[in-house]
């Protein structure tokens, strides 16, 4: 679908309205009345069914630009008659809104660009601020812009702005609190203490590396090394992904957790060139903004990728909104797609113990996929034993363990099983569990209905982190970070911040390991055991950064002292993977070597007799150079 745009700035148009008897108030009045009835439509509308929804979000977007050229227009006319300035500013923060939302249907980077612009208009023009101090109304109007704007900065990772609308936002509520003394601030006080706990949590690293993928410093994805057509047939792309965690006080700002932010962006492009620009915005004192800005949507977009896998990210959902999202997304999912189903939950039902034996129970039988499945990755010899799928769908019957999604005490009402996964297997699935109670979600490895689904458990025993304040300032799931900012976890398992250290320090350790990745990426690619349901999506650069960074956990965690050889502390993947990238290869123990030596961490680590580090191997390492 080819995106609306509205400038902010004055737009010149030829309006008949202005000839007929009508008075222009009249017409504006009525341009209003219609937009926020389909304002109030679409916002209610659920992320998914995207592609349904496309044409309603166009005809939405032309009654606004309708309705914000006429304004444009007949200004003088309209503010004669009575129009006040937060009213402009209104239309703009609906449209604001209207970009986001539909930038969280699609995931399109210029839909959230679009949205910054009018925010960043708002503020600097201060269309809420006269009366802002002498009408309740008025000051919870520029609080909610406030709010919607941290948001969109906080995903667009324009951090330096995010601060400034923290301090401004701080100030405005206890200037509210103050002025209007009759009113209870409360929710806006919690709206404040939940971003600064969020920033504070999510600012160890900042500004070392983007989070999204990024071309210049990532594996460009013509440069993959692409798998033998002997071991697969078909490449998949990552074409969408639900996203979706719930933990017992956990880091978040509005609906948006921190382990769900970190995989929103590590699922999109980086922004051409974004991440190296400096903040133009500047907020003077009491939070007022300075003279000028930016021009966020310059080379938003490069023309030469392909867009960013769409993402629905689920707060805290039912069983039945999890289901009826899936269902729909499964529906919708291109012949050559993959959906990611990324969930960190606390694991609640069956004990490890039980789930262990439900395993070993089901795994004396051979259990592969549907004997009618049509995929390209099951091949001949994976013939289906009746009774083998019977005892492993009798497991997953009997077995109770879950992903607790909610408050305790509803029954399954707010859990997620395996069986609720497993029919939807039908279509390529690339599942993430990220939980206590993975063991259970084992078993859907052999369950499937007719594609093999790939999977990556977390360890199911939390992770000792050596950070002194992380068990009081939790900087989300270990796992997780491992996943996305698989460095930054590195040295928070080690109690390392990123302030520790010089930036030429760190920039060695992140090309040491971006290059091993490379390695282990064109390891994987030349086996010729390599199981087709990994080998179909290496060709993917999101799938494939995720399955690398996977391996380095699952080799740290391996050769670090308090979790090494427990079984509780070892991430795991299903299908397997080949022998040459098993935890203790060589080429493990030798990045984790050169990593520890580089922070002054090799104690900590425990290694196979005679492994050393490579000479001088990465001291004049040119990353352009390398590829995989």
Not at 77 to 89: P, S, T
Not at 161 to 168: D, F, G, K, T, Y
Not at 412 to 421: A, E, F, Q, R, T
């Amino acid at each position: 679908m080819s995106q609306p745009n509205m400038n902010i700035n004055n737009i010149h148009n030829n309006n008949n309205s202005n000839s007929s008897n009508i008075p222009v108030s009249e017409v504006y009045w009525s341009l209003v009345e219609k937009a926020d009835k389909k304002f109030s439509k679409i916002r209610d509308l659920p992320s998914y069914e995207r592609n349904r929804y496309d044409t309603y979000f166009c005809k939405v977007f032309k009654v606004y630009t309708q309705l914000w050229k006429f304004q444009q227009e007949n200004r003088e006319k309209l503010v004669e008659a009575g129009l006040k300035r937060w009213e402009i500013g209104e239309i703009a923060s609906r449209i604001a809104q209207l970009y986001y939302g539909q930038y969280m249907r699609t995931s399109d980077m210029s839909y959230l660009s679009e949205s910054y612009i009018f925010y960043e208009a708002i503020l600097t023009r201060e269309y809420f601020r006269d009366g802002l101090y002498q009408h309740l109304n008025l000051a919870n109007k520029q609080l909610r812009f406030l709010a919607r704007f941290l948001m969109v900065c906080l995903v667009l990772n324009r951090r330096e702005v995010v601060h400034q609308l923290v301090n401004q936002l701080k100030l405005l509520v206890d200037e509210c609190k103050r002025t209007f003394q009759e009113t209870d601030f409360k929710e806006w006080k919690l709206v404040v203490q939940e971003i600064v706990r969020f920033l504070k949590a999510d600012m160890a690293f900042m500004n070392i590396r983007p989070s999204r993928y990024s071309p210049v410093l990532d594996t460009h994805p013509d440069a993959l090394v692409q798998v033998s057509t002997s071991v697969t047939k078909r490449n998949l792309r990552l074409r969408d992904a639900i996203l979706s965690s719930y933990h017992q006080n956990e880091v978040k700002f509005s609906e948006l957790t921190l382990d769900a932010f970190r995989m929103l962006q590590c699922l999109e492009w980086e922004p051409s060139g974004s991440f190296y620009q400096s903040s133009n915005v500047k907020i003077g004192q009491n939070g007022g903004p300075g003279p000028s800005r930016i021009n966020y949507s310059q080379d938003i977009a490069d023309p030469t990728l392909p867009p960013n896998p769409r993402k629905t990210i689920l707060y805290r959902p039912s069983v039945t909104q999890f289901i009826a999202v899936l269902a729909t997304i499964c529906d919708e999912l291109p012949p050559d797609g993959v959906l990611l189903i990324y969930l960190s939950a606390t694991g609640a039902g069956t004990s490890t113990d039980t789930a262990d034996n439900i395993i070993r129970s089901s795994q004396t039988h051979t259990i592969h996929s549907d004997a009618s499945s049509t995929s390209p990755s099951s091949s001949p010899s994976n013939s289906l034993n009746p009774s083998s799928r019977q005892s492993k769908e009798d497991c997953i019957g009997y077995n109770t363990s879950c992903l607790q999604f909610g408050t305790r005490g509803n029954g399954g009402l707010n859990c997620v099983y395996p069986s609720d996964i497993i029919p939807f297997t039908r279509r390529p699935l690339f599942i993430i569990i990220d939980s206590d109670g993975n063991e259970a979600f084992k078993l859907i490895n052999g369950a499937e209905k007719g594609e093999r689904a790939a999977l990556l458990l977390s360890p199911s025993s939390s992770i000792p982190i050596a950070a002194a304040d992380f068990s009081r300032n939790p900087s989300g799931s270990p796992f997780t970070i491992f996943l996305t900012a698989p460095l930054q976890a590195f040295c928070l398992l080690l109690g390392f911040s990123g302030s520790e250290f010089e930036a030429d320090t760190y920039t060695k350790a992140e090309k040491l390991v971006f290059s091993s990745m490379n390695e282990w990426g064109l390891t994987l690619a030349t086996s010729d055991n390599l199981d087709p349901v990994w080998a179909q999506i290496l060709c993917d650069p999101f799938l494939r950064r995720l399955l690398l960074r996977f391996l380095f956990c699952r080799a740290v965690l391996k050769l670090y002292g308090p979790t090494s050889d427990k079984k509780e502390f070892q991430p795991e993947c299903m299908p397997l993977l080949p022998v040459t990238v098993l935890p203790t290869a060589i080429i493990f123990q030798t990045l984790v070597l050169e990593l520890a030596t580089i922070f002054g961490a090799t104690d900590r680590f425990i290694f196979s007799e005679g492994i050393m580090p490579p000479e001088n191997r990465h001291d004049d390492m040119d990353v352009s150079s390398l590829s995989s």
